[in-house]
C-alpha cells in the first residue's frame, strides 16, 4: 500500500516532531535481528497468540525496520496496518481478524500475494511517551476472536519491548558519554604533557598514589608498580623531603592548599607541587588529596643565572666607576682645556662602554678578541681599512682581560690616528696573538707593530696614554704590557694568563 492510501490523520502522527526526534535517537543503536531480548519476546509472543509469525518493527514515515522476528512467515512487511495502530487514540491493540475482507487493508501485498496474510494483531511500542513501534502477531488463516486474555499479553509484551529500546538507548548514552569524557581525559592528559605538569590523586585512607604519565616519569616512578604517599616523598631529594612533608602535614591541618618546590632525587628537576583536599569524610577529615606537579627546571636556572649576573654586574660597576674616576683624575691632571679634556675623556669613554656593550651582548661571559680589537681600532684606520691586519687564532677573553685590554687597544690606536701609522694613507697596524701553553695556565701574547707611518722617537717623558696603556690590565693578575719605539714604528707587546684553553674559538 502507498504512502498515500493512508489516512491524513495518520501521516500526519507519523510526521510528528517528537516522534521523529525519539527515532532518530535510536538509529545508532546496535540492535541486531537476532538481539536476544528482543528474540525472545518475538517468541513469547509467537508462544502465546498461537500465531504462524511474530515481529518488532520501528515504525518511521514509510517504512517499518524490523528488530526481530519468529515463526515460518519470516520478516512481513505490514508497514500501514504498524502506522494505523501506532496513529490509533487509544493506544490499544489493532486486531484484524480477516484482512482479505478489511477494505481499509484488503489490498496491500502482504495480503493479496505472498505470505497473504489474514489474521494481525498489532500492540504499540512506545519510548519517552511517544509511539514509535509495533509488536505484531500474524497468520495466513483468518480467525473469529483474539481474546481479551491475549490482547492484554500482547501489549504487556510490547510495553517490555520498549523498556528493552529505552534501556538500549539509555546504555547507548552512557557509553557515549564515557567515550567523550575519555577522549576529554585523554586531550587533558595530553595538554598537561606537553606543558611538563604530572597531575595526581592521592587516596589519604588508603595511600595509594596514582597520576598521569609525567607524574610518575618526573618522579622516577614506574606507573606498573603499587605507588603509595611516602614513595612519592622519598622520591624526593633528601634535602627537600623534610620540607616538603612538613608543608604538606600543615596544608592539611589548616585546611590550606599545599605549595613547595623540590627537586626529584633521580634527575635534579626543580618541581613546583601544588595540591589541595578533594574529598571529605562525614567527620571533615581530608581523604582525598588531588595536585600538579609542574617541571620549573628552566625557571630555576634561569633565576640562577639572573643572580650571577646581577651579582656580576654589580661587582663591574663598581670596577668600572673606580676606573672612570681614575680615568678622569689623570686626564684632568694631563690638561686645563676643557675642550681637550672633554675629548680626551669621551674618546675613553666609549672605549669602556663598547667593551660593556660586548659583555652585555655575551651575558658577562667574555668577548671574542676578534670583536674587541674591530671595536677599539678599525673605526681609527680613516683612509683603508685594509691598514689594520689581524693575525691570530680568535678567542674568549674573560670580563677584566677584556675591559683592560680595551682601554690599551683605544690609547694605541687614537695614539696611532694622531701621531703614528695610522696618520698617513700608506701607513699599516699588525694586531697578532699567540698561546704560549705553560704548566699552570697558558698566556696570550698581543703583539701590537706599526710601519710605514712617521718616523718614530722615544718620547722625553711619559705621556697619559703610556700610563694609561701600562696600567690598563692593573685588574688582571700576572698581566704586562711593555711599549718599544723603533724608527719604523711604535709596538706593544702584551701579556696575559688565559687558564682554559677552551676559550679559543673556530677560525672565522
Same mark, same amino acid.
Given at each position: 500500500?502507498?504512502?498515500?492510501?493512508?489516512?491524513?490523520?495518520?501521516?500526519?502522527?507519523?510526521?510528528?516532531?517528537?516522534?521523529?526526534?525519539? *527515532?532518530?535517537?535510536?538509529?545508532?543503536?546496535?540492535? !541486531? &535481528?537476532?538481539?536476544? #531480548?528482543?528474540?525472545?519476546? /518475538? @517468541? =513469547?509472543?509467537?508462544?502465546?497468540?498461537?500465531?504462524?509469525?511474530?515481529?518488532?518493527?520501528?515504525?518511521?514515515?514509510?517504512?517499518?525496520?524490523?528488530?526481530?522476528?519468529?515463526?515460518?512467515?519470516?520478516?512481513?512487511?505490514?508497514?500501514?496496518?504498524?502506522?494505523?495502530?501506532?496513529?490509533?487514540?487509544?493506544?490499544?491493540?489493532?486486531?484484524?481478524?480477516?484482512?482479505?475482507?478489511?477494505?481499509?487493508?484488503?489490498?496491500?501485498?502482504?495480503?493479496?500475494?505472498?505470505?497473504?496474510?489474514?489474521?494481525?494483531?498489532?500492540?504499540?511500542?512506545?519510548?519517552?511517551?511517544?509511539?514509535?513501534?509495533?509488536?505484531?502477531?500474524?497468520?495466513?488463516?483468518?480467525?473469529?476472536?483474539?481474546?481479551?486474555?491475549?490482547?492484554?499479553?500482547?501489549?504487556?509484551?510490547?510495553? *517490555?519491548?520498549?523498556?528493552?529500546?529505552?534501556?538500549? !538507548? &539509555?546504555?547507548?548514552? #552512557?557509553?557515549?558519554?564515557? /567515550? @567523550? =569524557?575519555?577522549?576529554?581525559?585523554?586531550?587533558?592528559?595530553?595538554?598537561?604533557?606537553?606543558?611538563?605538569?604530572?597531575?595526581?590523586?592521592?587516596?589519604?585512607?588508603?595511600?595509594?598514589?596514582?597520576?598521569?604519565?609525567?607524574?610518575?616519569?618526573?618522579?622516577?616512578?614506574?606507573?606498573?608498580?603499587?605507588?603509595?604517599?611516602?614513595?612519592?616523598?622519598?622520591?624526593?631529594?633528601?634535602?627537600?623531603?623534610?620540607?616538603?612533608?612538613?608543608?604538606?602535614?600543615?596544608?592539611?591541618?589548616?585546611?590550606?592548599?599545599?605549595?613547595?618546590?623540590?627537586?626529584?632525587?633521580?634527575?635534579?628537576?626543580?618541581?613546583?607541587?601544588?595540591?589541595?583536599?578533594?574529598?571529605?569524610?562525614?567527620?571533615?577529615?581530608?581523604?582525598?588529596?588531588?595536585?600538579?606537579?609542574?617541571?620549573?627546571?628552566?625557571?630555576?636556572?634561569?633565576?640562577?643565572?639572573?643572580?650571577?649576573?646581577?651579582?656580576?654586574?654589580?661587582?663591574?660597576?663598581?670596577?668600572?666607576?673606580?676606573?672612570?674616576?681614575?680615568?678622569?683624575?689623570?686626564?684632568?691632571?694631563?690638561?686645563?682645556?676643557?675642550?681637550?679634556?672633554?675629548?680626551?675623556?669621551?674618546?675613553?669613554?666609549?672605549?669602556?662602554?663598547?667593551?660593556?656593550?660586548?659583555?652585555?651582548?655575551?651575558?658577562?661571559?667574555?668577548?671574542?678578541?676578534?670583536?674587541?680589537?674591530?671595536?677599539?681600532?678599525?673605526?681609527?684606520?680613516?683612509?683603508?681599512?685594509?691598514?689594520?691586519?689581524?693575525?691570530?687564532?680568535?678567542?674568549?677573553?674573560?670580563?677584566?682581560?677584556?675591559?683592560?685590554?680595551?682601554?690599551?687597544?683605544?690609547?694605541?690606536?687614537?695614539?696611532?690616528?694622531?701621531?703614528?701609522?695610522?696618520?698617513?694613507?700608506?701607513?699599516?697596524?699588525?694586531?697578532?696573538?699567540?698561546?704560549?701553553?705553560?704548566?699552570?695556565?697558558?698566556?696570550?701574547?698581543?703583539?701590537?707593530?706599526?710601519?710605514?707611518?712617521?718616523?718614530?722617537?722615544?718620547?722625553?717623558?711619559?705621556?697619559?696614554?703610556?700610563?694609561?696603556?701600562?696600567?690598563?690590565?692593573?685588574?688582571?693578575?700576572?698581566?704586562?704590557?711593555?711599549?718599544?719605539?723603533?724608527?719604523?714604528?711604535?709596538?706593544?707587546?702584551?701579556?696575559?694568563?688565559?687558564?682554559?684553553?677552551?676559550?679559543?674559538?673556530?677560525?672565522?
Amino acid at each position: 500500500m502507498r504512502s498515500e492510501n493512508i489516512s491524513e490523520s495518520t501521516l500526519e502522527f507519523l510526521s510528528g516532531s517528537s516522534r521523529r526526534d525519539v *527515532l532518530s535517537s535510536l538509529k545508532t543503536l546496535e540492535i !541486531r &535481528e537476532h538481539d536476544n #531480548e528482543f528474540h525472545c519476546l /518475538a @517468541k =513469547l509472543a509467537l508462544s502465546m497468540s498461537n500465531s504462524d509469525g511474530a515481529q518488532i518493527t520501528l515504525v518511521d514515515e514509510k517504512r517499518s525496520r524490523v528488530l526481530s522476528h519468529a515463526g515460518h512467515l519470516g520478516i512481513v512487511n505490514i508497514w500501514a496496518i504498524e502506522a494505523s495502530s501506532l496513529a490509533s487514540p487509544d493506544k490499544s491493540c489493532l486486531i484484524i481478524l480477516n484482512a482479505a475482507e478489511d477494505v481499509r487493508y484488503s489490498e496491500i501485498d502482504a495480503v493479496t500475494h505472498s505470505p497473504n496474510i489474514r489474521f494481525v494483531a498489532v500492540a504499540p511500542i512506545c519510548v519517552s511517551n511517544e509511539c514509535i513501534g509495533a509488536l505484531s502477531v500474524l497468520s495466513d488463516e483468518p480467525r473469529t476472536e483474539f481474546t481479551l486474555a491475549q490482547q492484554e499479553q500482547l501489549m504487556l509484551l510490547a510495553r *517490555l519491548a520498549g523498556s528493552f529500546i529505552s534501556l538500549k !538507548r &539509555e546504555s547507548r548514552a #552512557e557509553t557515549d558519554a564515557m /567515550a @567523550k =569524557l575519555h577522549q576529554d581525559e585523554d586531550r587533558n592528559s595530553m595538554a598537561l604533557e606537553v606543558g611538563n605538569v604530572g597531575s595526581w590523586v592521592w587516596d589519604l585512607r588508603t595511600g595509594k598514589f596514582s597520576g598521569n604519565r609525567m607524574a610518575y616519569s618526573m618522579l622516577g616512578l614506574s606507573p606498573d608498580q603499587p605507588v603509595s604517599g611516602e614513595d612519592v616523598f622519598r622520591a624526593m631529594h633528601p634535602d627537600d623531603f623534610p620540607g616538603m612533608k612538613s608543608a604538606f602535614t600543615r596544608a592539611l591541618v589548616s585546611n590550606q592548599d599545599y605549595v613547595g618546590e623540590f627537586r626529584a632525587a633521580s634527575s635534579g628537576q626543580w618541581l613546583l607541587g601544588r595540591g589541595r583536599i578533594f574529598e571529605r569524610d562525614v567527620q571533615g577529615r581530608p581523604v582525598v588529596a588531588v595536585g600538579v606537579n609542574i617541571d620549573i627546571t628552566d625557571t630555576k636556572k634561569a633565576a640562577e643565572k639572573t643572580r650571577l649576573l646581577l651579582r656580576e654586574l654589580n661587582h663591574r660597576v663598581k670596577n668600572t666607576l673606580a676606573m672612570l674616576q681614575s680615568l678622569a683624575r689623570q686626564t684632568l691632571n694631563r690638561t686645563s682645556d676643557p675642550a681637550e679634556f672633554m675629548e680626551a675623556f669621551s674618546g675613553r669613554l666609549r672605549a669602556i662602554s663598547e667593551a660593556h656593550t660586548l659583555l652585555s651582548d655575551r651575558e658577562w661571559s667574555g668577548i671574542s678578541l676578534i670583536d674587541l680589537i674591530a671595536k677599539q681600532v678599525e673605526p681609527y684606520a680613516g683612509f683603508d681599512p685594509r691598514q689594520i691586519e689581524l693575525a691570530g687564532e680568535d678567542m674568549v677573553l674573560p670580563p677584566d682581560h677584556a675591559l683592560g685590554l680595551g682601554i690599551a687597544l683605544h690609547e694605541l690606536a687614537t695614539n696611532a690616528a694622531r701621531h703614528g701609522s695610522l696618520s698617513v694613507a700608506g701607513g699599516r697596524v699588525r694586531v697578532s696573538w699567540h698561546i704560549e701553553p705553560g704548566l699552570d695556565e697558558s698566556r696570550v701574547t698581543i703583539h701590537w707593530v706599526e710601519s710605514n707611518g712617521p718616523k718614530v722617537q722615544p718620547p722625553e717623558a711619559r705621556g697619559l696614554g703610556e700610563r694609561l696603556i701600562e696600567r690598563s690590565l692593573d685588574k688582571v693578575l700576572s698581566s704586562s704590557v711593555r711599549l718599544s719605539y723603533p724608527e719604523t714604528g711604535m709596538e706593544a707587546l702584551i701579556s696575559m694568563p688565559i687558564r682554559d684553553r677552551s676559550n679559543i674559538l673556530a677560525h672565522r
